[in-house]
């Protein structure tokens, strides 16, 4: 049965892969501010105290923002207002806290520790915010997994790797190397799913021989501030972002995940 929003298995497991093919994991919370807080960018020097000892980097950021849109006139990237950020980088793992006026995002970067990990680091950063700012609500969670798979020869249709499923289409998948699948579809009022599947650019400007596999689970409602309302929705979030990775893995890439190819 096709999995939907909302659902949840009590006492879900899901593997954690010693060879995981995530390239990067991110959360990202949006929040409004109380009415009676004022917001001052010097904020972004206060979160720094409270996290100095994990996170000892710091670098400001630009945020730009693409949104892929359709109409009348053709479809194409937007790009939205830019804004500015700070990024803060761990001490020791590969790990990046970013933190604006109304955003919070979590970048886990190689090698992926499991879900457990990403979500302490979640309610980690959230913790540290909250002590410099004083949210009224969270509007917007998106958790979002992009999954990089290396060929073993350049012409190697993506079939190879994932199967067909609700998500990936077959003619997407036996498509020869110069290939871009996207799927955008709201799965109720509150929830979204974007799974982007194509050939990432390298450092030259060429597409590589990778195949990159996009998956990004977004909830847009009031939400609460505390732990136990961001737990049950990034929770959910995430049960889906693997329902949706499970449904289009093939034998071959299990194996790959469990580091016997």
Known sequence: MKPTFGERKMNSEHPTYPNPTIQEAICEIHFRLSDDFDWKPALLGELYKHIEPDFPDLEPVTQVDFLFQVGPKGSGPMLRPSQQMMRYKHISRNLLIQFSKNILTVNVLPKYEGWEQMSADIFYAWGKVCGVIKPASITKIGLRYIDRIERTHPDEFPSEWLAPSDYIPKSALSSLPGFLYRLETRMNQDNKLIVTLGEPIDDSGRQSDAIVLDIDCIVEREIGVDNNA?????????????????ASMTPRLERLLQGGE
Request: negative net charge.
């Open 230 to 246: 961001i737990s049950q929705e990034t929770e959910k979030l995430h049960d889906f972002a693997w329902q949706v990775f499970s």
